[in-house]
C-alpha cells in the first residue's frame, strides 16, 4: 500500500512538472504581442496606439510591454504601431534610407493608419486619439509635413529620431541659413521626440526653400514653402 501511494505520488509530481514546462513556454518573447496570445494581430497595433497615448483605461501585463518595441530599435513610438500592424497582415515595412529628399507634393497625411488585410476581409483603419499627425521621411518622423508658411508666422517642427541624441537643424532660404532664435541644437528624450520652434522672416522671399536635419549619422533634407 505504501509503494503504491508513492508511485501516485510521483506520477502526479511528473504531471505538475509538465503542466508548468507548457505555461512556461506559452509566455515566449514575441515582438508586437502586446495580449501575449502567441500571435501579432491588429488588436495588438490597437494596444500599441493605446500604450503610446498612455490611456489610463489599457491593461496590459509586463510582458506585452516588453513586446511592444515592436522594431526592436529601443523605443516606443507609432513606428511600432505600423511595425505592429505590417506583421499583422504580413507586409515588409519598407527599410528608410540615410538621407532622403521629398519633394513637395498635393497629398496631406492622414489621422489614420491602415492595415491591408486578405481580399476576403474589409479594411482595417486604426486612429490613434490625440496623437500629432507624424510623417515618415527618411529615418525621422516629422510632423507637420509637408507644409507652407506665410511671412512673420511662428513654425514649429517636431521630429521622432534616435533616443537621447543630439540633432542640428539648419534652414536654408535664397540668402542662406537662417540665424533666427530657437534653430539651436536640440537633443531628443528617450522616446526621441525633440522640437524646433522659430519666426519666419518678414523679408523673406516667397519660394522653395529646404531644411536639413542632421543627427545619429544621417541627415533628412524637408522642403518647404514659403508664400
Not at 124 to 138: E, K, L, R, S
Not at 140 to 160: A, G, K, M, Q
Request: a negative charge; one cysteine or more.
Amino acid at each position: 500500500m505504501r509503494q503504491r501511494l508513492i508511485s501516485v505520488m510521483f506520477a502526479a509530481a511528473v504531471s505538475a512538472t509538465a503542466l508548468f514546462s507548457f505555461h512556461t513556454q506559452a509566455a515566449v518573447t514575441l515582438a508586437g504581442d502586446l495580449n501575449c496570445d502567441g500571435r501579432v494581430t491588429v488588436e495588438d497595433a490597437v494596444m500599441s496606439a493605446r500604450l503610446i497615448c498612455e490611456d489610463p483605461a489599457l491593461s496590459i501585463t509586463p510582458q506585452g510591454i516588453e513586446n511592444a518595441d515592436c522594431d526592436a530599435d529601443g523605443l516606443l513610438c507609432l513606428l511600432d504601431v505600423r511595425s505592429a500592424l505590417c506583421k499583422a497582415s504580413q507586409i515588409a515595412p519598407e527599410l528608410p534610407a540615410e538621407t532622403t529628399t521629398v519633394s513637395i507634393g498635393t497629398t496631406t497625411a492622414a489621422a489614420t493608419t491602415t492595415a491591408k488585410l486578405p481580399d476576403t476581409d474589409p479594411p482595417v483603419i486604426v486612429t490613434v486619439p490625440n496623437a500629432p499627425v507624424y510623417t515618415q521621411v527618411g529615418s525621422l518622423l516629422v510632423s507637420p509635413y509637408p507644409f507652407t508658411v506665410t511671412r512673420n508666422e511662428e513654425v514649429t517642427l517636431h521630429i521622432i529620431g534616435r533616443a537621447n541624441t543630439e540633432y542640428d537643424i539648419n534652414v536654408y532660404y535664397s540668402s542662406g541659413a537662417s540665424a533666427a532664435k530657437g534653430l539651436e541644437n536640440q537633443y531628443t528624450d528617450s522616446q526621441g521626440h525633440t522640437a524646433w520652434s522659430w519666426k519666419i522672416g518678414g523679408k523673406t522671399n516667397s519660394g522653395e526653400y529646404h531644411i536639413d536635419i542632421i543627427g545619429g549619422g544621417e541627415k533628412t533634407t524637408l522642403p518647404f514653402r514659403v508664400e
